[in-house]
């Protein structure tokens, strides 16, 4: 029965996996010569790296910057704003599953550049959208509809790129600093969005400046040439696993290696190597009772994260602005360049929770993620009183500008860098940690999707909520309550989840 179940599996991966665009490259003969190695592996570890650290980067121009020009578009409401997000959110979450389990069998030095280069695109195709709408279009509902198509197909080719550099991340660098590897990859995320939003008003006011219009359009067009040419580095510059170019694994050259296992961790891991790549998939992604759990914690993660960084901009701006104005010129001039720094503050510490994530659960609570991610959530969902008392014109401080300033950029600070924590954490080095090395893009994945239906569910109500809010109370109070307890029920959610540590070393 054993057997036949394995030749259905090894059929249907066949099928579903094995074809595609970028077959995963054949074994070349590995090399004994440990100089040669070392140089190897230093090198190419090096270029990778960087390669994929800056691919990602520049992917979060091309999605950040439409948080950044959505408050300004014209005729684009709350609402609007929301849909759009939201369809962006599940077709990335959904694509980065099914894109996780093709890209544990393909090509990294052809499909992330492409992957890359493809959602810069559909970014740049979504900066025409009023002009294909007054020429063709000629309806608001034909408009939205025209965004959400290529803000989607944008988003799936973006979720392509993470899956790719898990496995790239899982096969170059061993389990003893592969979380410090992580931790340090993952800066690139709030780097991108940092310089995303600080850019685009730049580059708008720019293009506004010299040719007396395409502000809107500048702003998607100039991170669509940038992701074409790093893509078109990144052919040069990335390998897929260390065999591919003749290079013995990673864990065989470094100091995790099987004799150091325990006897049953040996007879798991030999049983693991009996077993189909879906069949893998099954026992330690679909059937894992804490993958699950990690999912749906990463479900809050989300809907917190997604929720300051993406609608920060917009709160600040209509607080500021109480008139609507005619067209983007108006809009941009109306437009306090401030309140774009303000919200990448969320970013700019966030890099810092990014980067000492790691450090946190290893040396504050001796290996154990879920603790650091509760006292993450935790506390990150009192930070947005502070937001609130630093952005409300309701605010007890109101008349002090210079404290108010203060408050937002610490409350805002406090807040990117509590819910980094647990984004790092959870849906990269929790998933992986939880499943199997063979399954490494797919745990990621699978955990991703949960966490961007979170994002798309929070989007949605995001913008419902805030035209309510601002409607009844001036101000976005019920927007941020929204947020912090979601964020509570996160916190809560990690506790089943206390005790539970890394397992199988060799093999994760």
Same mark, same amino acid.
């Given at each position: 029965?054993?057997?036949?179940?394995?030749?259905?599996?090894?059929?249907?991966?066949?099928?579903?996996?094995?074809?595609?665009?970028?077959?995963?490259?054949?074994?070349?003969?590995?090399?004994?010569?440990?100089?040669?190695?070392?140089?190897?592996?230093?090198? =190419?570890? !090096?270029?990778? /790296?960087?390669? +994929?650290?800056?691919?990602? #980067? &520049?992917?979060?121009?091309?999605?950040?910057?439409? %948080?950044?020009?959505?408050?300004?578009?014209?005729?684009?409401?709350?609402?609007?704003?929301?849909?759009?997000?939201?369809?962006?959110?599940?077709?990335?979450?959904?694509?980065?599953?099914?894109?996780?389990?093709?890209?544990?069998?393909?090509?990294?030095?052809?499909?992330?550049?492409?992957?890359?280069?493809?959602?810069?695109?559909?970014?740049?195709?979504?900066?025409?959208?009023? =002009?294909? !709408?007054?020429? /063709?279009?000629? +309806?608001?509902?034909?408009? #939205? &509809?025209?965004?959400?198509?290529?803000?989607?197909? %944008?988003?799936?080719?973006?979720?392509?790129?993470?899956?790719?550099?898990?496995?790239?991340?899982?096969?170059?660098?061993?389990?003893?600093?592969?979380?410090?590897?992580?931790?340090?990859?993952?800066?690139?995320?709030?780097?991108?969005?940092?310089?995303?939003?600080?850019?685009?008003?730049?580059?708008?006011?720019?293009?506004?400046?010299?040719?007396?219009?395409?502000?809107?359009?500048?702003?998607?067009?100039?991170?669509?040439?940038?992701?074409?040419?790093?893509?078109?580095?990144?052919?040069?510059?990335?390998?897929?696993?260390?065999?591919?170019?003749?290079?013995?694994?990673?864990?065989?050259?470094?100091?995790?290696?099987?004799?150091?296992?325990?006897?049953?961790?040996?007879?798991?891991?030999?049983?693991?190597?009996?077993?189909?790549?879906?069949?893998?998939?099954?026992?330690?992604?679909?059937?894992?009772?804490?993958?699950?759990?990690?999912?749906?914690?990463?479900?809050?993660?989300?809907?917190?994260?997604?929720?300051?960084?993406?609608?920060?901009?917009?709160?600040?701006?209509?607080?500021?602005?109480?008139?609507?104005?005619?067209?983007?010129?108006?809009?941009?001039?109306?437009?306090?360049?401030?309140?774009?720094?303000?919200?990448?503050?969320?970013?700019?510490?966030?890099?810092?929770?990014?980067?000492?994530?790691?450090?946190?659960?290893?040396?504050?609570?001796?290996?154990?993620?879920?603790?650091?991610?509760?006292?993450?959530?935790?506390?990150?969902?009192?930070?947005?009183?502070?937001?609130?008392?630093?952005?409300?014109?309701?605010?007890?401080?109101?008349?002090?500008?210079?404290?108010?300033?203060?408050?937002?950029?610490?409350?805002?600070?406090?807040?990117?860098?509590?819910?980094?924590?647990?984004?790092?954490?959870?849906?990269?080095?929790?998933?992986?940690?939880?499943?199997?090395?063979?399954?490494?893009?797919?745990?990621?994945?699978?955990?991703?999707?949960?966490?961007?239906?979170?994002?798309?569910?929070?989007?949605?109500?995001?913008?419902?909520?805030?035209?309510?809010?601002?409607?009844?109370?001036?101000?976005?109070?019920?927007?941020?309550?929204?947020?912090?307890?979601?964020?509570?029920?996160?916190?809560?959610?990690?506790?089943?989840?206390?005790?539970?540590?890394?397992?199988?070393?060799?093999?994760?």
């Amino acid at each position: 029965m054993l057997k036949t179940d394995k030749t259905k599996n090894s059929k249907y991966e066949k099928v579903f996996v094995q074809k595609k665009f970028f077959p995963e490259p054949k074994a070349l003969p590995v090399t004994q010569d440990k100089s040669i190695i070392n140089k190897r592996y230093k090198f =190419w570890r !090096n270029s990778i /790296f960087i390669t +994929s650290y800056v691919i990602y #980067l &520049i992917s979060y121009l091309c999605r950040k910057n439409f %948080s950044i020009a959505a408050p300004l578009a014209v005729g684009l409401s709350s609402k609007d704003m929301g849909i759009v997000l939201a369809i962006g959110s599940i077709t990335y979450g959904i694509g980065k599953f099914v894109n996780g389990s093709f890209a544990d069998k393909s090509n990294v030095r052809y499909a992330l550049p492409f992957n890359s280069m493809m959602a810069g695109v559909c970014s740049a195709l979504l900066a025409f959208a009023s =002009w294909i !709408n007054e020429n /063709f279009l000629k +309806s608001h509902l034909g408009m #939205l &509809i025209y965004m959400c198509l290529f803000w989607g197909v %944008s988003q799936w080719f973006q979720s392509a790129l993470f899956p790719y550099c898990a496995k790239s991340l899982v096969r170059w660098f061993p389990n003893s600093t592969r979380a410090t590897w992580w931790a340090r990859w993952s800066t690139s995320h709030e780097l991108g969005s940092f310089i995303a939003m600080n850019i685009s008003l730049p580059i708008a006011a720019f293009s506004e400046h010299f040719f007396g219009k395409y502000g809107l359009e500048a702003m998607f067009i100039v991170p669509f040439i940038l992701s074409i040419l790093v893509g078109t580095i990144g052919i040069f510059s990335l390998r897929d696993r260390p065999i591919s170019i003749g290079l013995p694994d990673v864990e065989e050259i470094c100091s995790t290696k099987k004799n150091t296992l325990t006897k049953e961790e040996k007879k798991e891991l030999d049983k693991e190597s009996q077993l189909t790549y879906f069949q893998i998939l099954q026992k330690y992604v679909l059937k894992n009772k804490i993958m699950w759990n990690l999912s749906i914690v990463y479900f809050c993660v989300y809907v917190f994260r997604n929720g300051p960084v993406d609608w920060i901009f917009k709160i600040l701006v209509d607080q500021e602005n109480s008139k609507n104005f005619s067209n983007f010129k108006d809009a941009l001039k109306n437009t306090n360049s401030l309140d774009a720094f303000k919200a990448s503050t969320l970013c700019l510490i966030g890099f810092l929770g990014t980067l000492f994530a790691p450090f946190i659960s290893e040396k504050l609570f001796k290996g154990k993620r879920a603790p650091a991610n509760f006292w993450s959530l935790f506390i990150g969902s009192f930070s947005l009183i502070g937001v609130w008392l630093g952005s409300s014109s309701f605010s007890p401080i109101n008349n002090n500008f210079m404290i108010k300033n203060i408050i937002i950029f610490l409350s805002l600070g406090i807040s990117g860098f509590t819910v980094c924590v647990p984004q790092v954490l959870v849906g990269g080095i929790c998933a992986i940690e939880s499943s199997s090395k063979r399954v490494a893009s797919a745990a990621t994945g699978f955990a991703s999707l949960l966490g961007y239906f979170g994002a798309a569910f929070g989007h949605i109500i995001n913008g419902f909520i805030l035209n309510i809010s601002n409607k009844n109370y001036g101000d976005a109070r019920l927007v941020l309550i929204y947020w912090g307890v979601i964020a509570l029920l996160g916190a809560l959610l990690c506790v089943p989840l206390w005790n539970v540590k890394a397992n199988k070393e060799y093999s994760h």
